[in-house]
């Protein structure tokens, strides 16, 4: 009779791991999901939308030709 028992104890046991696991386990996330976390991230860190040109140089352009801006 005890290894009755504890073979049930051992099936109950991974029954309620197995329970467990397919409760608490992680959706996997939709594209629309993904896309809300990548603009929440962007409206938390920001772009780079200001920038400094520390060197030039400029080009020889010819006279029919405007030059570009």
């Known amino acids: 009779m005890t290894s009755l028992r504890l073979y049930i104890l051992i099936l109950a046991a991974a029954a309620i791991l197995t329970v467990a696991y397919f409760l608490l386990r992680r959706k996997p996330k939709t594209a629309d999901d ?3 976390e990548r603009r929440e991230w962007l ?4 772009r780079i939308t200001d920038g400094t ?6 080009m020889p352009g010819s006279a029919d030709r ?3 801006f």
């Open 66 to 68: 405007p030059p570009l």
């Open 34 to 36: 993904l896309e809300r």
């Open 43 to 46: 409206d938390r860190v920001g």
């Open 53 to 58: 040109v520390i060197d030039v140089q400029e």
